[in-house]
């Protein structure tokens, strides 16, 4: 089935700095990608939609120069934290759509990468 | 836009219990619902799926039901098992919006 990586898988960085999180298709190309912020037992809130080859579509609320996202190609989209702050503290995970049924079944599935921890001091 | 909204937000049940899941949508247009679990520390991963054409479909201890006139459907898991534990998450059509979440625990 396909697959979506993530990287890191946790990252522990100081107030100020930026961290850029990895979010790729390995077995499939994926002209979209959605990035997501969860905090513990809560649901995905999606921040945001990755496109390729164009500027990503935030969602109400979602600072875009603070979580800046480039989809550079079909496999890679990437999440910067700028400037991270305590409350930027979160798990982010990505997930791309995958055509997973037969013939005329356009019906695509999201897979999901396996999340990045993020914890700012 | 489709909106999703989800119930219960939290869910105990004793092991072999039943559990449902209801979620209701917005838009008449939406033909696809798909569930997801996800354990805990874990990514989100599909575990069933219905289509507009079908009221229900069942894999072994989890079903879904669609009531599309009411703009609902809901997730059934019966005999539930410990393994079940974990937070349950519906999306319509276009998948990229999920519900609220269910976090469920099965007490052994």
């Known amino acids: 089935g396909a697959v979506v990586s993530q990287h890191p898988s946790r990252v522990i960085c100081k107030s100020g700095t930026s961290v850029k999180i990895e979010c790729r298709s390995l077995d499939f190309q994926a002209t979209t990608m959605f990035w997501y912020r969860q905090f513990p037992k809560q649901s995905l809130m999606l921040m945001a939609t990755?496109?390729?080859?164009?500027?990503?579509?935030?969602e109400q609320g979602v600072e875009k120069d603070k979580f800046l996202i480039n989809h550079a190609s079909l496999t890679l989209s990437t999440l910067t934290v700028t400037s991270a702050h305590p409350e930027d503290s979160s798990f982010y995970i990505c997930?791309?759509?995958?055509?997973?049924?037969?013939?005329?079944?356009?019906?695509?599935?999201?897979?999901f990468g396996p999340g990045t921890r993020l914890l700012v001091l | 836009g489709e909106n999703v909204e989800q119930h219960p937000s939290t869910l105990s049940v004793q092991e072999g219990d039943s559990a449902v899941i209801k979620c209701t949508y917005s838009d008449s247009a939406s033909n696809y619902f798909p569930w997801y679990k996800q354990e805990l520390g874990k990514r989100p991963q599909l575990i069933i799926d219905i289509r507009s054409n079908v009221g229900e479909k069942k894999d072994q201890r989890i079903a879904v039901t669609l009531n599309k006139t009411a703009k609902h459907f809901s997730l059934h898991i019966t005999e539930t098992q410990p393994e079940d534990s974990a937070v349950y998450f519906c999306?319509?059509?276009?998948?990229?919006?999920f519900g609220t979440g269910t976090s469920l625990t099965v007490i052994p």
């Open positions: 997930s791309a759509p995958h055509r997973a049924g037969q013939g005329g079944d356009l019906t695509k599935t999201q897979y």
């Open positions: 999306a319509a059509s276009n998948q990229f919006y």
């Open positions: 990755s496109n390729e080859g164009s500027k990503a579509t935030y």
